[in-house]
């Protein structure tokens, strides 16, 4: 069963930028997408963005484009989250998520890592 890692988050001050990265544990694992999404607790989950492992196009939540960024390292099986101009209402636990190709939905899911933004 492949793990999904996530590390680098943390407490950083409104304006600032934090980079996310999710390792997978299977240097072999090849997954048709992957994702990243946050969870306030007592809210619903909420996508983030996602890049197509291959070809490495992305999309992204539109309130999300323009401030955050998701790459890939192919080689090392990782997949990172740099975010820009970070805000307040951006306080959330964010996860990591691959998608495989069989798969019609997200099937497999990091422990996520907290990430606050003070004002």
């Known amino acids: 069963q492949v793990q999904l890692v996530e590390s680098g988050g943390g407490l950083v001050q409104a304006g600032g930028s934090l980079r996310l990265s999710c390792a997978a544990s299977d240097r072999t694992f090849s997954p048709y997408r992957m994702g990243w999404f946050r969870q306030v607790p007592g809210k619903d989950r909420e996508f983030v963005g996602s890049?197509?492992?291959?070809?490495?196009?992305?999309i992204y939540a539109d309130s999300m484009k323009g401030r955050f960024t998701i790459s890939r390292d192919n080689a090392k099986n990782t997949v990172s989250l740099q975010m820009n101009s970070l805000q307040p209402e951006d306080t959330a636990i964010y996860y990591c998520?691959?998608?495989?190709?069989?798969?019609?939905?997200?099937?497999?899911w990091g422990r996520g890592t907290q990430v606050t933004v003070s004002s």
């Open positions: 998520a691959a998608r495989t190709e069989v798969a019609s939905n997200y099937n497999y």
């Open positions: 890049i197509h492992w291959s070809s490495g196009s992305t």
